[in-house]
């Protein structure tokens, strides 16, 4: 998320631009609806200033890297009503690696008002432009990274990945009074992607040989995203008899609209030795690749949520929430060879409740446990053509938090069971190796223990320190061996 607003990351986000960077673990991120069970991640970006100011700075590095900045900040008016920001990045390198290298360009733009004693208007802008080589490393033979110097670029020259991101967003909040406030966004946005270059190495069964000779396939694919939500927040404490309580109330709507054009990749464009270059004559010429697929994926969401902190005593509080989201998936698979479209749609609602308690039994530990349901849509279709219904998942956490040495540092610890009981793979009935069409034939459960550290500032100095074991299994599966781990997943971080 950036902002609050779920924004896509496929492009490396800007953080010079960026305030602070909040990591919401666990369930406390299922309010957001339709994200992964293990927490969000929210980028804050730079807001205006009523006093005036600035900075500029230039940053330069090996490898011909050049990345000057502009961050200036004021008020527009005498009055002090209306503030604005702007930060802005350019950046220019090469790599570590012969020919490849990137350009990118970003602006964040923003106004304050303030609309009356309780009100105020905030209008951010974010624009970032990428442009690079497509580098895929150097590959590996028998799964064992090749001994080739590390500057060795073994893909085509004149490979890119093109990248453009845009938002606009509006924020309004209002204090009714020093207990109430309600706040609404409307936020649009923009992305696009163009990706034409060598196919990856090992990929489409062009293995590198032993030898180090390898036949370099050509691929081309293009995103077009449009995203919009509007969202309403009110917040409040108040008092029912003994207890006191903190309360979110929420609803939000939002459209994501994808379309995703597919071209014929050639599969045998020329061929390159990763040891000696110079071996085979590379080709340079940039081949006219035809399309073979438009895939447009519209998906509309709708989403009310209500969450109450309740202190029932000093030293026990009890947190009970709960989301309602409603789901409406299209995809629509258009194929240029023969003119004919696949329609496939899904309807979907589903209920996340999420409990937690803390124990305080003196000032300086708080224990806690929660449990929270949520779900994450599937893509793909199932072997009728239908669209698949979301995966469930079960999400177990307890822990205790200690404050050390008067409350400069603070230790937390969590254990945790994260369990996907219906996860999508790929089918494989009747022989099938298309990947699109899958089957719920699978559970994912993860357990592990969480350590973090955190102190309070002291003399500009401050400490974030954190240790993580993760242990995820498959324990249902119809692909992969029942009780083996899941690949690309650390145990220890």
């Known amino acids: 998320f950036k902002n609050g607003i779920r924004f896509n990351n496929t492009?490396?986000?800007e953080m010079s631009a960026l305030e602070s960077v909040e990591i919401m673990k666990g369930s406390a991120a299922i309010l957001f609806g339709n994200v992964a069970a293990g927490g969000v991640i929210n980028l804050v970006t730079k807001k205006p200033h009523f006093d005036n100011g600035g900075k500029v700075s230039l940053n330069a590095k090996s490898y011909d890297y050049y990345e000057p900045t502009i961050d200036v900040y004021g008020s527009l008016n005498k009055s002090k009503t209306v503030a604005f920001r702007v930060n802005s990045v350019f950046e220019k390198s090469r790599s570590f690696r012969d020919v490849v290298k990137s350009e990118r360009i970003y602006i964040n733009p923003s106004l304050l008002f303030k609309l009356g004693k309780r009100t105020e208007l905030l209008i951010e802008g974010d624009y970032l432009n990428d442009d690079r080589t497509a580098d895929f490393g150097i590959g590996a033979i028998d799964y064992t990274l090749i001994d080739i110097p590390r500057k060795r670029f073994i893909g085509v020259e004149w490979s890119y990945y093109k990248t453009e991101q845009q938002s606009t967003t509006a924020t309004i909040t209002h204090h009714f009074n020093k207990n109430w406030q309600i706040r609404g966004i409307g936020s649009f946005q923009q992305f696009s992607s163009d990706l034409f270059a060598n196919q990856r190495p090992n990929s489409n069964n062009q293995f590198i040989k032993g030898n180090g000779m390898w036949i370099r396939g050509i691929q081309r694919t293009k995103v077009d995203e449009e995203y919009s939500i509007a969202q309403l927040d009110v917040t409040g404490k108040f008092k029912t008899a003994f207890l006191q309580h903190t309360l979110l109330l929420g609803a939000d709507v939002d459209k994501y609209n994808t379309s995703t054009i597919a071209f014929n990749p050639i599969s045998q464009y020329d061929t390159v030795n990763v040891f000696d270059l110079s071996k085979y004559k590379q080709r340079k010429d940039i081949p006219d690749l035809t399309r073979r697929?438009?895939?447009?994926?519209?998906?509309s969401r709708a989403g009310i949520y209500i969450?109450?902190?309740?202190?029932l005593t000093d030293k026990i509080k009890l947190l009970a929430g709960v989301r309602f989201s409603y789901l409406d998936i299209v995809s629509k698979v258009y194929?240029?060879?023969?003119?004919?479209?696949?329609?496939?749609?899904?309807?979907?609602?589903?209920?996340s409740p999420r409990f937690g308690l803390v124990y305080q039994p003196i000032a300086t530990i708080a224990?806690?446990?929660?449990?929270?349901?949520?779900?994450?849509?599937?893509t793909g279709i199932d072997v009728n053509g239908e669209a698949l219904p979301p995966s469930i998942i079960d999400q177990y956490e307890i822990g205790i938090k200690k404050d050390i040495l008067k409350g400069f540092l603070s230790a937390n610890v969590t254990i945790y069971q994260i369990k996907n009981s219906n996860l999508a793979q790929t089918s494989l009935a009747e022989g099938n190796t298309n990947s699109n069409i899958k089957e719920l034939a699978g559970e994912v459960t993860s357990k592990g223990l969480e350590v973090d550290i955190s102190s309070k500032?002291?003399?500009?100095?401050s400490l974030i320190a954190g240790y993580s074991y993760n242990n995820t299994r498959y324990t249902k599966s119809n692909t992969y061996i029942v009780g083996s781990q899941l690949r690309y997943n650390p145990n220890n971080t």
């Open 11 to 13: 492009a490396m986000p």
């Open 293 to 299: 697929a438009l895939t447009s994926a519209p998906v």
């Open 307 to 311: 969450q109450d902190l309740i202190s």
């Open 335 to 351: 194929t240029y060879s023969n003119e004919t479209t696949i329609t496939t749609s899904n309807y979907d609602h589903a209920f």
């Open 367 to 378: 224990c806690f446990a929660s449990y929270a349901n949520s779900f994450t849509t599937n």
């Open 457 to 461: 500032e002291w003399k500009g100095l």
